[in-house]
């Protein structure tokens, strides 16, 4: 069975900074891809940054130069820096990864969610 355990979230005043942590545990054979989502009150889950096995990145235009993704591959961990936060950036934000273990195919798991408030 393979579990995503988020950490990280908290409140912060606006220019503030946090870090997001998602270490992926189970029986693990391959992990293809990392990445975190958000969903904000009323609005739709959106993509923030994301990681490939290929070693390359993605991120929304909302975050680019605020936002770092990176992995520890020893850990199975990926880790979301968020710097010069905005209200805006308030939401869940969710952990996702697509992997195979040992009794399964490619997969797309998802964390429990972690809240970051961004506010005065």
């Known amino acids: 069975q393979v579990q995503l355990v988020e950490s990280g979230g908290g409140l912060v005043q606006p220019g503030g900074s946090l870090r997001l942590s998602c270490r992926a545990s189970?029986?693990?054979?391959?992990?293809?891809?990392m990445g975190w989502y958000r969903q904000a009150p009323g609005k739709e889950r959106e993509l923030v940054a994301g990681?490939?096995?290929?070693?390359?990145?993605n991120y929304a235009d909302s975050v680019k130069g605020r936002f770092t993704i990176s992995r520890d591959n020893a850990k199975n961990t990926v880790y979301l820096q968020m710097n010069t936060l905005k209200p805006e950036d308030t939401a869940i934000y969710y952990c996702n990864a697509r992997i195979s273990s040992s009794n399964t195919y490619a997969t797309d798991y998802w964390g429990q969610g972690t809240q970051v408030t961004v506010s005065s």
């Open positions: 189970g029986n693990i054979v391959g992990i293809y891809s």
């Open positions: 990681w490939s096995a290929g070693g390359s990145t």
